[in-house]
Structures are given as C-alpha cells and as structure tokens.
C-alpha cells in the first residue's frame, strides 16, 4: 500500500517536473530551429536533426554593430556585483542599528523604512528619474549603485534584522567583556554567525538586478552601456522587420547561466538555519 | 574573517571615491554639451559635436544605420554620432519620458501617430524646413509632417494598406484571387474554403478590417475634427454585422485562436493556413518565409463605398530634438540620410519604402527595395482615403473600439448591442476629450 502511494506521489512528482522545466528546454532547443518551426511546433527536437548548428549563438553573441553581447555582460556585470556587494554591507549596518541601538525616534523610523517595503516601485519611479536627472547621473550606472549603498532595500534591512534579533545579546556582553567595542562586535560576532542571511540576500539582489528591465530601460541610453536585458530586446521590433528568434532564444539561454550559477553554489547556504551554528561556540 | 571584512569596507570606500569623483564627468555625457565645446573652442576651427540618434528597430535596420552613421562620420568628422537603438516595445514610453524630462536625443524617429499627443507641448521639435524635400510628395507632407507651418518630421518612409495574398495557399485551395474585389466575393470563398478543410481561413484579421470597413461605409473619419462622432448607429451596425459574418461564418481564424499571436507570429498563417491579410507593405518580408510565395493586391471595397478605406501614411518620422543644442547640424544629417545618393544608398529599404521619388528609383535601380512593397505602396498611393485624424487614432478610441470589435468576434455581444455600445462609449471618451 504505501509503495504504491509512494510509486504514485513519484510519477505525479515527475509529472509536475516536466512541465516545470518544460519552458525552459524548448528555449533552449528553439536556439536551434528557424523563425517559422518555433512558432507552429513545440516539439523540443528541431525537424532537421543534420542542420543543427551552433550558429544562433555565434550570430546573436556578435550582436549588431559595434556592439556584442560581450559588451552586455560586462555591463552587467558592472552592474550588479557592485550592487550586490554595497547592498550586504549598507542593509546589514543599518539593520544592526536597529536591532542592538537605543536612540531617539527609533520606532518612528523603523516604521518609516518598513512602510516603503510596502511601496510599489512603480510610484517611486518617475520622482527618482527626475532626482537622477538632476544629479547628472542619467546614461550612468550611479542610479542602481548609490542607492544600494545608502541601504534603499528595505527589504533586506529587515530580513537581517530579524536574523540579527535571532542572535542572543549574551554572545554580544560577552565580547564586551572580552574588551570588544561595538564595531568589532558587528564585523566579529555578528557579521561571520549571519553568513546564511547575507548570501540570502546576496542571491535574491543578484537574480533582481542582473533580470531587472524598466530601470535599465529608462535611465542608460547609449547602446555600448546596455545591459543583458536591454540588449535582448534591442532587436525585437515587431512592427515590420524579421526578428531573429533563435538568436534571441540562444542569448537568453545564456543570459540565465550567471544567476543559475549563483542560485546552484549558494544554495547550501541559503537553507542553512542559524539557530544551531550561532550557538556552538 | 578579518582581511575579508576590511578587504570589504575598503572596497566599500573606494566604490563610495569613485562615485564621487565621477559625478563631475558625467553631465559632459548628457546632451548639454555647453563645458565640452567651451573647451574644445579654441583648438578647432570647427568644434566637435556629439549627435544623439534614437531610433528602434530590427537587426537588418540597426546595421544599415549604423553603416549610414559611420559614413557620415567620415565626412564629417568634427560630428560624431551616438546611436541610441532599441526593439519597439518601450520605445514609446522611453520617448515620452525623455521629452518630459528634458534628456532626449538629439534626433529621433518618431510615429506619426504619436505627433497629436507628442506636439501638445509646444517646441518638443524643431522646425525641419532647412532639409530639401523637392523630391517628397508635398501633399503627403502638408498632410502628415506639417503643423503649424513648421515640418516637425521627415518621413523616412510611406506606408499604404493593402491585401497581402498568400498564392501558395490560393493555389492550394483552387481559387483566383484575382476575382476577390469586394467583401461579398471574400465571404463566399472563405465560406467554401472553409467547409472544405476545417483548418484554413481566407482571411486574416490583424485588427484592420472593421476600420476599413467602417470608412468604407461612412467616408468619414471615426471621430471627426470638429469632435462629434464620424458614424451613426445604422453605419457601425453594418461594419459589426460584418465582423460578425466574418467570425460566424469561419471566413477568418476564431478570435480565441489568433488573439495568441502577433502578426507574424501566427502559426496558422506560417503553416500557409490563411490566404490574405490586411497589412502595410512594410510588413511584407517578415510575412514571408521560404514555404510560400507572395502577392499584392488593392484593398477589397464595398459596393456603393464612400471611401476607400485605405490609409497612407508615413511609416516613421525622423524628427530634431527642439531643445537640443545642434538642431542646425542635426538637420544636416537627415538631409544628407534622405537626400544624397550615398545615404539613400547606405541606409537601403530598412524604414520601408522610401517617401522620396528619388530615392525609391535609385534603390530599384540598385536592386535594394523588395518590388513588392514598392508595387503595394504604389498601389495604396492611386485611391488613399483622408488622413487619419488625431482623434480618431487616439489611444482611448482605440482601446474602446477593439474591446467592442472583441465582444462581437467572441460572440459576447450581438451586432446591435455593439453598435449602441460603441455609439455611447465612443461618445463618453470624446466629451473627456472636450473637457
């Protein structure tokens, strides 16, 4: 009886994976097939097994004129690691604030940086636009760093903090005790026992920045500052003018490689519960 | 642990330096290009100059600017041009955020539809006059390019419906197309077509036939310039039984079915399951592919029509920046892109047919225009319509018009209750309009 429940919720397990994944594989088969086959067939196997060839890849990586899809890479590159490095560091600082200060006004404040969690970026965007316009920061990558360094993901403040609240204060006394000021406490105690925190947050900053669209969209202009996003889209014009679908396909198969990459090496990490490796010591 | 974290807020410091430092530098970048030619008087005769260029587009259309960019380049090289290219979808929303917030390029290409919304604000484009438009149709200019005396935009290229016919499948089924003139003739066959193989359908609906129809039937605009509305309840009935005949009768694919797809996209149409289309030339090569053979004829008319229904227009405009700083030099360049054999020549078909005479024949000559699209646009030119007028283009009258088409193609709404539909919400979003 239970094999036979077990050999059920299996298939049904196998089932539910196959057409999870799916999607995924016919993006990646359609890398091989022309304009007409990926929009009349879905079978994952391109008609003409003989013909296949690598060529999408090798034409969409070039990209058109000047500039390849080596440029969009770096680019995001340049955007995101920045990004992903300044927001650990300015979330972490401000959320250890919160959880281990006494000041003024505090729960005023904490309510007020919880409450922009609930605001849709949506609203925030074009005030922002004309702020970056002032600066002087448009077709720059100033818009997406400064504001992870000055700690803008609420989100992110609070998902340490919670961690942080997690942490016993007698750990804290005794670094005190031992002759440690606050600074070392944070960058000694609590920083290194919250490892699966920051590569939580790591990962999901990472995966949002490198997808991210509308932002790059409306603050970078010039093409040789294109992100990957940006440069995919770049050739879809669906008023006139054929498309190049199976170079579009291989590119996005590659654009997904990076935060697969980050998803598959931290994944230990970002199940790893603290209570138990916080108090070993 | 240690080096790690103070590896990490050095990092964090030289970042926040950086960020710094580079804040003075980039404005430069922006279009106020005032600090960079101050510094670059007094060496140079002739300052350097930094166009910006924004236009969307496919592959085959960003390579032929690009080539047309470097060229000019080197004929000038005190100007360098910064293309700024991107797919359709967002172009619009990019355009309208930029020309708000006062950082749009220098020249762009804009839609000729978009001009009611985008010339609100007075100075958004400059005044083209300077470019030689002798060999351009000066009624199509007068009619589409120019406001207030001034040409906000040159056309780069002109677009007039027609039928797109697919004779593979034609031949296929064993009718001529030729005979397919009017409306009544298109049913019959689709009806035939249709009862022999359950999967093909004549006709393609793109979403243009009800306008078509309707023009056809009223000779007016859908809202007319005076703001009251271009039809009476007994007109719109007729061009919504029609949509209705079309979808009962299976004359074309079921809403269900083609509201999947894009245009090209549409497998039915791929699998040469579909025998016509409405569609601007333009469209003709992303329409085509290797399993069929294509053909152009003039736009199927209704007996007794007071127009007929087909509408020429600009594809794009190209149009200067009016608060850019070099609208003298980026008139310079349109001109030379449309005018000098060498633009023309460069650039090719990749903006449709060409709006000069001119350039049209020399690409022909040249063996650069697909005969195709020239023959449909020519096609278009003999008989057009009036000009579509603003309202009538008009988002919100979109919107209204295909939510009502919709219901009537997915038998939500009968005819009649479409028509008193379209009469009162039409008239709703004209009164917002007047407000």
Known sequence: MSNRRQLITYLFLILLGIIMIYPLLFLFSASFKSNEEIFSSISLLPKELASVTFEAFRNGW????????????????????????????????????????????????????????????????????????????????????????????AYFIFMFLQFFRSIPRELDESAIIDGCNRLKIF??????????????????????????????????????????ALGLKMSIDTQGGEVMWNEMMAMSCLAIIPPAIIFFVAQKYFVEGISTSGLKG | MKKVISIVLVLSL?????????????????????????????????????????????????????????????LNPHIKIEPE?????????????????????????????????????????????????TNFDSNFLNQYCIFNDQLVGVPMGINGLTMIINTTFFNEVGIDYNALTDWESIVEAGKEINSQYADKYILYDTGMLFDTYLNQVTGNQLVKDDLSLGFTEEEVLKAFQFVDTIYENKVVQPKEESALFKTTENPSWIDNNMGMTMQWPSMINSLDSDNKELEVISIPQLEAAKASGVVVRPSMLISVNGKGSYIEESAKFIDWLVNSDEGILTLKAVRGVPASAYAQDLLVENDLLNPLQQKGVSMALENPRDKVNFYSSNAEVSAVKKEIIDKVALDISSPEEAA???????????DEIKN
């Not at chain 2, 619009?92 to 839609?111: C, H, R």
């Open chain 1, 62 to 153: 070039q990209g058109v004129g000047k500039y390849g899809f080596s440029t969009f890479f770096t680019n995001s590159f340049l955007i995101t690691v920045p990004v992903v490095i300044v927001t650990i560091i300015s979330s972490s600082c401000v959320a250890y604030g919160f959880a281990r200060f006494k000041f003024p006004y505090k729960k005023l404040l904490f309510t007020l940086m919880i409450s922009t969690i609930m605001l849709p970026s949506t609203i925030i965007m074009i005030p922002s636009y004309i702020l970056f316009k002032n600066f002087g920061w448009l077709n720059t990558y100033m818009p997406f760093w400064i504001p992870a360094l000055l700690g803008s993901d």
């Open chain 2, 14 to 74: 030289i970042i926040t330096l950086f960020v710094g430092c580079s804040k003075d530098e980039t404005p430069a970048e922006q279009n106020n290009a005032e600090s960079k030619s101050e510094a670059t008087k007094p060496e140079d005769k002739q300052e350097e100059i930094t166009l910006r260029y924004m236009w969307w587009g496919s592959d085959s259309r960003h390579e032929a600017t690009l080539a047309a960019i470097e060229k000019y380049e080197e």
């Open chain 2, 85 to 133: 290219f991107s797919g359709w979808d967002g172009y619009y929303q990019k355009l309208v955020t930029q020309l708000a917030g006062g950082t749009a390029a220098d020249i762009m290409q804009v839609d000729q539809p978009w001009l009611g919304d985008l010339l609100k604000n007075e100075s958004t484009f400059a005044d083209l006059s300077s470019v030689d438009t």
């Open chain 1, 187 to 228: 960058t000694k105690i609590i920083l290194p026992l919250s490892k699966p925190a920051i590569i939580s947050a790591g990962i999901f900053k990472f995966i949002w920045t490198w997808n991210s669209f509308v932002e790059p969209l409306i603050y970078i202009n010039s093409v040789s500052k294109y992100t990957v």
């Open chain 2, 420 to 430: 008193a539909e379209m009469i009162t919400r039409i008239q709703q979003v004209v």
